[in-house]
T-cell receptor
Framework: QKEVEQDPGPLSVPEGAIVSLNCTYSNSAFQYFMWYRQYSRKGPELLMYTYSSGNKEDGRFTAQVDKSSKYISLFIRDSQPSDSATYLCAMSDTGANSKLTFGKGITLSVRP | KAGVTQTPRYLIKTRGQQVTLSCSPISGHRSVSWYQQTPGQGLQFLFEYFSETQRNKGNFPGRFSGRQFSNSRSEMNVSTLELGDSALYLC???????????FGPGTRLTVL
């Protein structure tokens, strides 16, 4: 079993839909949880960062961490075609930018 | 402000050869991390450097090595290339290991 599992997708939704992306993990030492977005032919860019459990909201994006279930989620409200990209969850036990363990990523397509 | 620069962007090598990839971090950033991205394994952590010192290392064979120079530029080297080393190699920089990291566009290595 991999340390971090992410739904493989791909996922296709109509514009305006609410998107839910999820990851599960097995390492209970993970304390730092991130979501990255990667456009084709680009490096990943940090979308959301959460330390330990809880929710965090930033515009149309909401990140949730449930450490008791070892489950994290990213919600995208009012999805736009510009949200079409690969989304990767990442986690670490040593720091937000240190020795990250990534999920394999899910490719999202938002249809106009 | 210029982003993370990686050179070369594309590289083709044959089995058994060695390769050196270069990363120039954002000005003022002293922390550099390297990742390997493949369709099968996703993004995997290689190593992390801060102020010329390796802070963390991922689970890769000794054929993979890296270093960081006094100007924070970093190089990674892969010796005795194998077909499975074909991947996108990503570099990320941050001011310090606890600050937001920014990824470069990557170097696409193909091993024939």
């Amino acid at each position: 079993q991999k340390e971090v599992e992410q739904d493989p997708g791909p996922l296709s939704v109509p514009e305006g839909a609410i998107v839910s992306l999820n990851c599960t993990y097995s390492n209970s030492a993970f304390q730092y949880f991130m979501w990255y977005r990667q456009y084709s032919r680009k490096g990943p860019e940090l979308l959301m960062y959460t330390y330990s459990s809880g929710n965090k909201e930033d515009g149309r994006f909401t990140a949730q961490v449930d450490k008791s279930s070892k489950y994290i989620s990213l919600f995208i409200r009012d999805s736009q075609p510009s949200d079409s990209a690969t989304y990767l969850c990442a986690m670490s036990d040593t720091g937000a930018n240190s020795k990250l363990t990534f999920g394999k990523g899910i490719t999202l397509s938002v249809r106009p | 402000k210029a982003g993370v620069t990686q050179t070369p962007r594309y590289l083709i090598k044959t089995r058994g050869q060695q390769v050196t990839l270069s990363c120039s971090p954002i000005s003022g950033h002293r922390s550099v991390s390297w990742y390997q991205q493949t369709p099968g394994q996703g993004l995997q952590f290689l190593f992390e450097y801060f102020s010329e010192t390796q802070r963390n290392k991922g689970n890769f064979p000794g054929r993979f090595s890296g270093r960081q120079f006094s100007n924070s530029r970093s190089e990674m080297n892969v010796s005795t290339l194998e077909l499975g080393d074909s991947a996108l190699y990503l570099c990320a920089s941050s001011r310090s290991p606890v600050d937001t990291q920014y990824f470069g566009p990557g170097t696409r290595l193909t091993v024939l």
